[in-house]
């Protein structure tokens, strides 16, 4: 079956830093691979979609990377801000029978910016 | 606009109980889901629904029944709860455009005793 793995320790970073977070899936090809943010005590929040055609992605001081031979997306904050502390998830589509897209989440990263 | 709204936030049950988690929302979307998250686990996908009058099984169904009652609600309904059923309990909704964006709710936490 499909498995997401995401580096379950906590990330520790200096402000001002890049911080970079691993996804790695097997058994599987998606058609895309997202990213999403979460604050404790909230739901996660959508931040970027790759698709596996497009090798990187950028928005704002983020950046996602697709490897789809290495079965690995890597997603950059550069320039790490405090406010950039929390869990980030990624998370790949199935297609379901019903013709809707089901996901699957990987446990998530927890990142710690330091002033 | 609310997004996606659900209640409630936090509940308490004693083991046997039962109770529905009710999630709505005002975007017009047609696929809805309920996940639960524990500790160490992630996001595990509990139902799902394409569209109005269907639902289909996500990972980890036994113990929840769903409605789709029309585009806009979706319930899960513990019909008799029990203590590994303790949980956060998010709702979300697919939007249609090509980002594939789930909004999700904020959250039910649910203590099972």
């Known amino acids: 079956s499909q498995k997401i793995e995401q580096n379950s320790e906590a990330l520790n970073i200096q402000e001002g830093k890049t911080a970079t977070l691993t996804c790695n899936y097997t058994n599987y090809s998606p058609a895309y691979l997202q990213w999403y943010r979460q604050d404790p005590g909230r739901g996660p929040v959508f931040l970027l979609l790759i698709r596996e055609n497009e090798k990187e992605k950028r928005k704002e001081r983020l950046k996602v990377t697709f490897d789809t031979t290495l079965k690995q997306s890597l997603f950059h904050i550069t320039a790490s801000q405090p406010a950039d502390s929390a869990t980030y998830l990624c998370?790949?589509?199935?297609?379901?029978?019903?013709?809707?897209?089901?996901?699957?989440f990987g446990t998530g990263t927890r990142l710690k910016v330091l002033a | 606009n609310a997004g996606v709204t659900q209640t409630p936030k936090f509940q308490v049950l004693k083991t046997g109980q039962s109770m529905t988690l009710q999630c709505a929302q005002d975007m017009n979307h047609n696929s809805m889901y309920w996940y639960r998250q524990d500790p160490g686990m992630g996001l595990r996908l509990i139902y799902y629904s394409a569209s109005e009058g269907t639902t289909d099984k996500g990972e980890v169904p036994n113990g929840y029944n769903v409605s789709r009652l029309n585009k806009r609600e979706f319930s899960l309904r513990l019909e008799s709860a029990a203590p590994s059923q303790t949980s956060v309990y998010f709702c979300?909704?697919?939007?249609?455009?090509?980002?594939?964006?789930?909004?999700f709710g904020p959250g039910t936490r649910l203590t099972v005793t």
């Open positions: 998370a790949l589509p199935l297609l379901s029978t019903s013709g809707t897209y089901k996901y699957i």
């Open positions: 979300a909704s697919l939007t249609g455009t090509a980002s594939y964006e789930q909004y």
